[in-house]
């Protein structure tokens, strides 16, 4: 199997959907011509042309409500948005457009439509540009929201948000679109809504998503030398989110720490959080934990930013004292 | 089509229809017929919002009808309409049935979307009206979206989206109109202009009041239209609807009119914002008195045809609050039904 980068495992999904369905098309800024701001899109315009491989004008809510009316009449429309930050200009369509057509139309209109790009903090980019959005956007019902780890399951989920009838926010790592990883280019689907324990351990259960999943592998590798096993929940949706896999992997380790990129307040790990003590309560024998960004805007300056970030030491700390080993 | 640079200059303009333009009579029928129903539908619907059988928002169309009426009369079934919160005339005009149209300001379950959109989100999908949308600017891009999916697939289909004057200040207008005219979409950027964003006047809202001339910054067909006079709407409906669908360019046309009643059920029609003179004086311009009195002129139609095709409206619509008032609500499961579909591709 060979091994590539998460952004080609992407670029492989786009081209493979859009070989399978010629209702699918890519619309964004710089996807064209510049071949992608990220090059997912690399070899798109040249292979589909231009009229499914389209540039747009810097004009977030525009071409969102462009991919929201194609939705409507017929077409499959992937909305790439050059970060999830400029995306809210487009929050309007996302959110009272695409969310919400099906149901006040009492069913009449499903809403085809992947809007995609990278999410979270890359280095010192500054307060604008390094905001992870997956807690506003999984507020939302009518929405589902995706967030992959690894290049496999970037590829299997992509293909499985084109393919959904429903409107899908798709948030790609910034930092991950280097990291490799063995990718089949056979056609595979990953279910969206399912979460994958991708290490067992027995111990301490560890729920994260998208980067954080790295973080969170490499927390478990460095326990192990202490003789503790951590289990590791990549939840790859979080709307819908896999309940029942958290919940059997915190029954069986009895503790829990959620790792995530954005902010505490309201965040994703609040929602774990909350299924966790409703469903666990009497398996629990420490209070769950959360690892995220402090809760400030993030600074440019290279230490600030250190501290700002939920990292490997942060998540090192929570799992010592979920364990009560300090 | 006039070019930019050499149009007439306001409404006026656009009440002599040349001869050979002029709707037959029994076009002329149809039109008077669909804005009277519009009107009394509107009417009965100020009724129920006050005795409680509507909820909500309610924005009613009356003093408008020329508008909707001389556009979406010449559309084909296949072609494509969106609009604003204000959407019952446009969606009588473009077929959806007074009961349907009632049911759903009913919140029942016999209304075009299920009771559960109401009177800002009227659809049907089989008429290819695309909604009633309640964020105003919000549908324009989507329209935009319409055209570019028309294109796409090689149709020669057109999309209709109407707005009000107040939208145009609006970034979502801005970003939308660029897109059509840049990659030549087949749209009809319809400005209902009359005159006030709920209680704005548009002298308080634009930077210029010619609305229009917006059209120039993208470079698109632009004209003022009559929106009182169906056949000045007509007229410049049936060259923006051409060249949508025959040439695929967009178009932009604002539409003098005014609305009778005020922004919603919750406002009085006039005072804090609007005179009473001036309410007065525009009612001289009632469209559809206006369309009745140049038939009447011409012979074609007599006082008692028209009350007879009042009275037949009227029945209609009483049908229509009947059949709204014996259909039920949806069951409570429905709440959580139409969120997400099952299917995939």
């Known amino acids: 199997m060979a091994v590539i980068t998460y952004r080609d495992a992407l670029n492989m999904a786009l081209r493979e959907e859009m070989h399978r369905d010629d209702r699918v098309f890519l619309m964004g800024e710089e996807v064209a011509v510049y071949q992608g701001a990220y090059k997912v899109s690399k070899g798109l315009l040249q292979e589909f042309g231009e009229m499914r491989v389209v540039d747009t004008p810097i004009t977030e809510l525009g071409f969102a409500g462009v991919g929201v009316g194609a939705a409507m009449t017929g077409l499959r429309p992937i909305i790439e948005f050059m970060t999830w930050n400029f995306a809210l200009l487009a929050i309007d369509q996302v959110v009272n457009a695409a969310a919400k057509m099906l149901y006040m139309s009492g069913g009449q209109f499903p809403m085809p439509i992947v809007f995609r790009g990278p999410n979270g903090a890359a280095l010192q980019l500054g307060a604008q540009h390094s905001q992870a959005w997956e807690s506003w956007l999984a507020h939302i019902p009518g929405l589902k929201v995706v967030a992959p780890a690894t290049p496999y399951d970037a590829k299997g989920l992509l293909k499985a948000a084109i393919r959904d009838d429903n409107p899908v926010c798709f948030l790609e790592g910034e930092m991950l679109y280097n990291t490799k990883g063995e990718v089949p280019d056979t056609d595979y689907i990953i279910p969206l809504g399912k979460a994958e324990v991708k290490r067992e351990g027995e111990h301490v259960t560890l729920v994260a998503h998208g980067k954080m999943v790295l973080v969170a592998l490499q927390a478990a590798e460095q326990m192990a030398k202490d003789g503790i096993a951590c289990e590791v929940v990549d939840l790859r949706t979080i709307r819908p989110m896999d309940v029942d896999t958290i919940v059997q992997s915190v029954k069986k380790t009895n503790r829990c720490v959620v790792v995530e990129e954005g902010w505490e307040v309201c965040g994703v790990g609040a929602q774990v959080v909350d299924y966790v003590q409703r469903h666990c309560f009497d398996f629990l024998d420490a209070p769950v934990l959360r690892v995220h960004q402090a809760d400030a805007p993030m600074p440019y300056t290279k230490s600030l930013e250190k501290a700002a970030k939920p990292d490997l030491p942060k998540t090192i700390v929570a799992i010592r004292q979920v364990l009560y080993l300090d | ?345």
């Open chain 2, 1 to 345: 089509m006039t070019t930019a640079k050499t149009r007439k200059k306001g409404p006026s303009s656009r009440t002599d229809v040349p001869a050979s333009d002029t709707p037959s009579p029994a076009t002329n029928r149809v039109l008077l017929y669909s804005m009277l129903l519009q009107r009394r539908f509107e009417e009965r619907c100020a009724e129920m919002y006050a005795i409680g059988r509507i909820g909500g928002f309610c924005h009613l169309y009356i003093g408008q009808e020329a508008v909707s009426t001389g556009f979406i009369s010449q559309l084909r079934p296949d072609d494509y309409v969106i609009t604003t919160y204000r959407d019952h005339g446009q969606a009588l005009a473009r077929g959806l049935t007074p009961r349907a149209v009632m049911a759903e300001l009913f919140g029942r379950q016999d209304g075009c979307s299920k009771g559960k959109g109401g009177s800002m989100h009227l659809f049907d999908k089989q008429l290819g009206f695309l909604g009633g949308h309640g964020i105003v600017g919000g549908h324009i891009p989507i329209a935009a979206g319409v055209g570019f999916s028309i294109k796409y697939r090689g149709g020669d289909q057109v999309i209709i989206c109407f707005m009000g004057e107040a939208a145009v200040n609006n970034g979502a207008f801005h970003e939308a109109l660029n897109m059509a005219a840049l990659w030549k979409l087949p749209c009809v950027f319809v400005i209902e202009n009359n005159r006030y964003g709920m209680g704005t006047a548009v002298e308080r809202a634009s930077a210029i009041h010619d609305i229009y001339k917006r059209g120039a910054s993208y470079d698109m067909p632009r004209d003022v239209v009559d929106g009182q006079d169906v056949h000045a709407v007509l007229k410049a409906g049936a060259e923006a609807i051409n060249r949508a669908r025959t040439e695929s360019m967009p178009t932009l046309l604002e539409l003098r009119t005014y609305r009778f009643m005020g922004h919603s059920m919750s406002d009085a029609v006039s005072g804090t914002y609007r005179t009473k003179e001036e309410l007065e004086q525009y009612l001289k311009r009632d469209p559809i008195a206006l369309h009745r009195q140049r038939m009447d002129e011409a012979g074609e139609i007599t006082a008692a045809e028209v009350t007879a095709m009042d009275e037949e409206i009227k029945k209609i619509v009483q049908e229509s609050i009947d059949f709204a008032e014996q259909s039920p609500e949806l069951p409570l499961e429905a709440l959580m039904e139409d969120i997400l579909v099952e299917t995939t591709s």
